[in-house]
Structure formats: structure tokens, C-alpha cells
């Protein structure tokens, strides 16, 4: 089976001096109503099985299997765990509109410059916490350090998504918190699947690993450095899952 990166990505990505393959795992439009299990076991597990993913098999004692990593995008995991709000539900208010004038665009989305997201990280972390942290982006990006209103803010913030329907009509309407309890979920699919499984929120402007199953505890810098070009893409490649394999 041959796997071709989305558009703009490689395939191939050589990170400390090993070369590693990304291999973007295409699904359906996945839903509330969908199970992980159901989603892996279609998905994924057919494509190692039956050693479409090369070097790859969980059939056996194989060393392959040490070194496949299966990355799931935070995205899916929080529609997954049912963590998603609806614009119906959200009073945007003053303070909300106010603040997202002063958010910094970006070519990949407008995050709080969103006035629902605004209301939304307000909600979450309360008014005066997203003042402050509104205060110090601002005296932060005189000298161009930028990112300090998510630090500030915590909560999660930074991984509210939707509320943007370019990609997908779905997500005019709903927003999606971050994932939950990651590193238990993937310790659970591994014990479950015999693979290892880390859940990654990437995007065009960085990323970070939420969660890990424990044999990956010390591989986070490496993942990463792996995905951090964002080979499964932020558009309508509906790839939300990439299987991670060292070229021999």
C-alpha cells in the first residue's frame, strides 16, 4: 500500500540524524457518536496487521513494533470524549468582544480574535485571569515575544478550536475543548493494542504533546520534533491520525 503525504508535507522527516516516516491514516468525519476503539480497529490496526506500515507489525515479537508510534490529534480525541460546546449556548458579552480586537491574527485562524472563543476562554478561566493575561501579551509584544496570553490564561485555552467553518461546515456552530486524562487514555490503549500511542496537538504555528503512553515518557522532545511541520494538516485532509516509523 503506498502512503503519500498531505499537500506541502514530506513524507520523509530526518530528525537527529534518524530518518522517520509520517504516515497520514485518512477517516471519515468523526463525531460524538463515534467510539476511539471502533476508529483504531478500522483505521489503524489493519494497516500494521498486515504490514502495510513497513517495519510495522503487532503479530509476533518484531522490533518494529518498539519504535511505531501511533499519533492521535487532539482534535478527535476531544469530539470523542463529547468535549464540544455550541454557539447557541454562549452569551457573548462586552468584555469578550472588547478583548478579541486585540488578538493577534494569524494566517492559520483567528484563535480569541474570535469573539465566541473570547467568551469561551472567559468562561473558562474567569474575567480577571484573561485580563491579566490580556495585559501581559500586550507588554510582552512590544519586545515580540508573543504566546504569553495562553501561558497566562492556562485552562487549556490554547487548545479551544471550531467556531470556524472554512474546513468543515460542522464547525460553525460548535467549539471543542481540549482532551482529558490523555496519558491514561493512551496507556490504556496501549495495554489494549500492544502499540504505543501519544495524542498531539499540532498546527501550522507549533504544537505540543498532551499525552503519552508510558514506554514513550521520555520521547516527547522527539515527537515533537517529528510532527511539529504538522503533516496531518489543519484543513479538510481528514487525516487526524498519523502512524510514526524509523526508515531503515
Not at 513497513?54 to 518498539?66: C, V
Not at 482534535?75 to 457573548?92: A, E, M, P, T
Not at 508510558?214 to 503533516?231: M, V
Request: proline share 5%.
Amino acid at each position: 500500500m503506498e502512503y503519500f503525504p498531505n499537500p506541502g508535507k514530506k513524507l520523509i522527516k530526518e530528525v537527529q540524524g534518524q530518518k522517520y516516516a509520517r504516515y497520514p491514516i485518512k477517516t471519515h468525519f468523526i463525531e460524538t457518536s463515534d467510539k476511539l476503539e471502533d476508529i483504531i480497529e478500522k483505521y489503524v490496526l489493519p494497516k500494521v496487521q498486515n504490514n502495510s506500515i513497513p517495519g510495522g507489525s503487532i503479530s509476533g515479537e518484531r522490533e518494529g513494533l518498539k519504535t511505531l508510534f501511533i499519533v492521535l490529534g487532539q482534535k478527535i480525541v476531544s469530539i470523542l470524549q463529547n468535549r464540544v460546546i455550541y454557539k447557541k449556548d454562549i452569551k457573548v458579552g462586552f468584555w469578550a468582544r472588547f478583548l478579541a480586537k486585540f488578538a493577534r491574527k494569524t494566517p492559520y485562524g483567528f484563535s480569541v480574535g474570535n469573539p465566541v472563543k473570547m467568551q469561551t476562554a472567559i468562561n473558562l478561566a474567569g474575567l480577571p485571569r484573561i485580563l491579566f493575561a490580556c495585559f501581559s501579551a500586550g507588554i510582552c509584544k512590544i519586545f515580540r515575544i508573543y504566546g504569553i496570553f495562553y501561558r497566562v490564561a492556562g485552562n487549556q485555552i490554547s487548545q479551544i478550536d471550531g467556531f470556524y467553518n472554512e474546513a468543515f461546515p460542522q464547525y460553525a456552530e460548535m467549539g471543542i475543548l481540549g482532551p482529558i486524562d490523555c496519558d491514561f487514555l493512551c496507556e490504556e490503549l496501549k495495554n489494549r493494542y500492544g502499540l504505543s500511542f501519544a495524542v498531539a496537538d499540532i498546527n501550522d504555528l507549533g504544537g505540543n504533546i498532551l499525552g503519552k503512553s508510558k514506554d514513550l515518557e521520555n520521547k516527547t522532545k522527539l515527537l515533537i520534533e517529528i510532527l511539529k511541520d504538522n503533516p496531518a494538516g489543519q484543513s479538510n485532509q481528514q487525516t487526524p491520525i498519523i502512524i510514526i516509523h524509523p526508515v531503515v
